[in-house]
């Protein structure tokens, strides 16, 4: 279980949804669930990393030697063309299209990544499309200098409006600069999941420089 510092019981939000989800897919015999982490690394050591969960909770996770790393930076609007693979965080709107919260723009190597749409948890009833770019065009007057694009995936498309303001980024691999990256200040989003008792890290996305994975 999520742990604080000084052997404190984490977040009530998070354990709870861990033991929950945990008791049911033992039940059926299969792995524990990931969660996703945003937070700030408070503390590097060769077997943990202690972090600053968005919700203010310190957890202390396994750092595993084959713990993934990819470093997250940002790029421009520009960089979105027709044929690119992206991800984008986005809030619904009245008239069934997306309002980007951000867009990332996966490298080649990893097109048709989560390909589809679903529920996101980067705000309450934000969505995550992850699709191919069709088409772009200038955004509706209701986003004044933005973009419109046209995702399509397997069973369907999804327009989505990127204001000027909203993030865009890709990544890269991050393993051979982990010693740069992984230390104290950086803003991560990990993917975590209770293993043997304890709660591992199995991926982080991390910005240099304190730039914040805005996904």
């Known amino acids: ?49 202690t972090i600053r969960e968005r919700s203010g909770e310190v957890i202390v996770l396994v750092r595993p030697a084959d713990m993934d790393v990819a470093e997250v930076y940002p790029i421009t609007l520009a960089d979105i063309k027709v044929g690119s693979y992206i991800g984008t965080a986005a809030m619904p709107q009245a008239d069934g299209s997306q309002l980007a919260l951000e867009v990332l723009v996966f490298p080649e190597a990893a097109r048709g990544t989560g390909e589809g749409h679903r529920p996101w948890d980067l705000q309450a009833q934000s969505t995550m499309t992850n699709a191919t770019v069709a088409d772009l065009a200038q955004a509706p007057s209701v986003v004044p200098g933005g973009q419109k694009l046209t995702l399509k995936y397997k ?36 993917t975590a999941q209770e293993r043997d008792g304890k709660p591992t890290a199995l991926r982080v996305i991390v910005g240099r420089n304190g730039f914040a994975p805005p996904m």
Not at 20 to 47: N, Y
Not at 165 to 180: N, Y
């Open 155 to 190: 069973d369907g498309e999804k327009t989505i409006l990127v204001p000027p303001g909203a993030p865009v980024v890709t990544f890269k691999p991050g393993k051979a600069d982990e010693q740069a990256l992984i230390v104290p200040g950086a803003k991560v989003m990990v």
């Open 1 to 49: 279980m999520f742990k604080r510092l000084a052997h404190v019981a984490v977040s009530r939000v998070l354990p709870l949804i861990l033991l929950a989800c945990t008791a049911a897919v033992f039940a059926q015999g299969a792995a524990a669930p990931t969660l996703r982490l945003r937070a700030t690394i408070e503390k590097v050591e060769p077997g943990s990393l």
